[in-house]
């Protein structure tokens, strides 16, 4: 079974990479293509990515390499040499973290598995030494939690328009279906035969107007259910 090399993320000026930072498509390890892609995000251990086909978390390791360079989630020997030298995290409280890896720095923050469990820190509330180890800059930090402020609004915005479309889309498929129903059920009223043509005029009128009642509770206009009834009638 083939290896894949562990990914600890880089630093990123912003928790999304918008499009124009991007490749247009990504093609995952088992040959599936994302094509539109519009944003990526690191996710926790995940990289979320929204695309033509909506939004859709991987797994780093699931991501072809070609277009995890294209990414930019390769991390580069000095980065990693960094990560490496932070095995022990204080806090100006006193706390201290041992037995630390998986580090992953961001400008404003350091994530990070311990002995007892997992952990996110901000820098102001770590020691002078763990800040050194991971390279922070407060102005770095700052504009980076800007960034990611706006960001976060942006993507909130794409994230709702999303949904929007596809339960708009979900309401016209529900609605094609309505009157695709109401058609079927005009079809299986007999015009044809005697019991309708036999009876009173006021029998036929009872039943159409039950018919255009039907079809205009499935979306059609008056015109369109008069339209479909005397089709039927007279076919």
């Keep these: 079974m083939k290896a894949f090399p562990l990914l600890i993320f880089p630093l ?18 088992d040959g599936r293509v994302l094509e539109g892609v519009t944003a990526m995000a690191i996710d ?22 070609d277009s995890q360079k294209a990414l930019g989630l390769e991390v580069t020997e000095q ?16 706390t201290i973290y041992e037995g630390v890896r998986a580090v992953r720095i961001k400008p404003s923050f350091v994530s990070f598995v311990y002995r007892d469990g997992a952990k996110s820190l901000r820098f102001e509330v770590l020691d002078e030494l763990t800040r050194k180890q991971c390279g ?3 102005a770095l930090a700052a504009e980076f939690d800007k960034q990611r402020e706006k960001a976060e609004v942006d993507m909130a915005k794409l994230e709702a328009q ?5 339960a708009k889309a979900s309401i016209d498929a529900e609605y094609a279906q ?20 036999g009876g009173s005029s006021a029998s036929r009128g009872l039943r159409d107007a039950a018919m255009t009642r039907s079809l205009q509770n499935s979306g059609f206009s008056s015109g369109e259910a008069n339209f479909y009834i005397n089709r039927a009638k007279f076919r």
């Design 79 to 94: 980065e990693s040499a960094k990560m490496q030298k932070v095995t022990v995290i204080k806090t100006l409280d006193g």
């Design 178 to 197: 309505m009157r695709q129903q109401a058609l079927m059920r005009l079809e299986f009223v007999n015009f044809g035969s005697s019991n309708y043509w």
């Design 162 to 166: 999303m949904a929007a479309t596809a």
């Design 136 to 138: 922070y800059d407060p």
């Design 44 to 65: 926790a251990e995940k990289v979320k990515i929204t695309h033509s086909g909506g939004i859709s978390r991987h797994d780093p390791k699931s991501i072809n390499p």
């Design 12 to 29: 990123l000026a912003t928790p999304w990479i918008m499009a124009k930072d991007l490749p247009p498509t990504i093609t995952l390890r």
